[in-house]
């Protein structure tokens, strides 16, 4: 979100050919709309492709430019819409004709800048990502238990500590480190059902069996785990929180 707000300050500042004319006010809410809803729409699409597997683990490069295409999709008609209501662009003739085919020509031309931005804004972490293929002398195994801990580099594949969802990327912490992969935290949540853990926060779930203390400070909880990994316990769950960790008896 903050990188995409920077984006389309900047923007705002340099005053490109499809904005110019317009004033301050008016051209920064023209770039925030052009910005932060292409890269919503984008978002809502890389959550969606989560549910095809073959997607995700073909390459997670295609899957976010997939997901950037479908982005653009969504949002030409709003784009459209926003030309005909910012003065800088000539209002659209009200025929059918006119309309589809300045659908297809925003389409076009958006496609270019929101599927690059949308791997810019994503690249850190595909860069880091371990879904890509290796070059190995012989086939990993998967791992027993949910398919999230196939994705975990061989070399960081331990017992599950804890999870951390980052947009639609998943953390996973185990007893051999940490590793990102591109993967729904609401999905691996189902997958690994009744398991000995505990949702602490909406982006962050621990295993009980690897809680070593909890800190107050300042009104927040924090949740230590026997590796060292430091999660916050959201106020919504602090109350049930407690009362399941005193269950555990003394930390």
């Given at each position: 979100?903050c990188?995409?707000?920077?984006?389309?300050?900047?923007l705002t500042?340099?005053e490109?050919a499809?904005s110019?004319?317009?004033?301050f006010p008016?051209?920064?809410?023209?770039?925030?709309?052009h910005?932060?809803?292409p890269?919503?729409?984008a978002?809502?699409?890389?959550v969606?492709?989560?549910g095809w597997?073959?997607i995700?683990?073909a390459?997670?490069w295609?899957?976010?430019?997939l997901?950037?295409?479908?982005?653009?999709?969504?949002?030409?008609?709003v784009?459209?819409?926003?030309?005909a209501?910012?003065?800088?662009?000539q209002d659209?003739?009200?025929?059918?004709?006119?309309?589809?085919g300045?659908?297809i020509?925003?389409?076009l031309?958006?496609t270019?800048?929101i599927v690059?931005?949308w791997?810019a804004?994503n690249?850190?972490?595909?860069?880091?990502?371990t879904?890509l293929?290796?070059q190995t002398?012989?086939?990993?195994?998967?791992p027993?238990?949910?398919?999230f801990?196939?994705r975990?580099?061989p070399?960081?594949?331990g017992?599950?500590?804890?999870?951390?969802?980052?947009l639609h990327?998943?953390?996973?912490f185990t007893?051999r480190?940490?590793?990102?992969?591109?993967?729904?935290?609401?999905?691996?949540l189902?997958?690994?059902?009744?398991?000995n853990?505990l949702?602490?926060h909406r982006?962050?779930?621990?295993?009980l069996a690897?809680?070593?203390?909890?800190?107050?400070?300042g009104?927040?909880?924090t949740i230590?785990?026997?590796t060292?990994?430091t999660?916050?316990?959201s106020?919504a769950?602090?109350?049930?929180?407690?009362k399941t960790?005193d269950?555990?008896?003394?930390?």
């Amino acid at each position: 979100m903050c990188a995409s707000i920077a984006l389309a300050v900047f923007l705002t500042v340099i005053e490109p050919a499809s904005s110019r004319g317009l004033q301050f006010p008016a051209r920064t809410a023209f770039w925030l709309a052009h910005v932060l809803i292409p890269v919503g729409f984008a978002q809502i699409a890389q959550v969606a492709l989560l549910g095809w597997p073959r997607i995700t683990r073909a390459s997670p490069w295609f899957s976010v430019t997939l997901a950037g295409l479908a982005g653009t999709l969504a949002f030409a008609p709003v784009a459209v819409a926003l030309d005909a209501a910012f003065p800088v662009t000539q209002d659209l003739k009200d025929t059918t004709e006119t309309l589809r085919g300045a659908l297809i020509e925003e389409f076009l031309s958006l496609t270019p800048p929101i599927v690059l931005t949308w791997a810019a804004l994503n690249a850190t972490r595909l860069l880091r990502l371990t879904d890509l293929p290796r070059q190995t002398s012989e086939p990993t195994k998967p791992p027993p238990g949910p398919s999230f801990l196939a994705r975990v580099r061989p070399e960081m594949r331990g017992d599950l500590v804890a999870l951390s969802a980052e947009l639609h990327y998943l953390r996973v912490f185990t007893t051999r480190g940490e590793d990102l992969v591109l993967f729904g935290f609401g999905q691996a949540l189902e997958e690994l059902g009744d398991t000995n853990g505990l949702k602490i926060h909406r982006s962050h779930w621990v295993n009980l069996a690897y809680v070593k203390t909890r800190r107050k400070s300042g009104g927040q909880l924090t949740i230590e785990t026997t590796t060292g990994v430091t999660l916050p316990v959201s106020r919504a769950r602090r109350r049930d929180v407690e009362k399941t960790l005193d269950g555990l008896g003394p930390l």
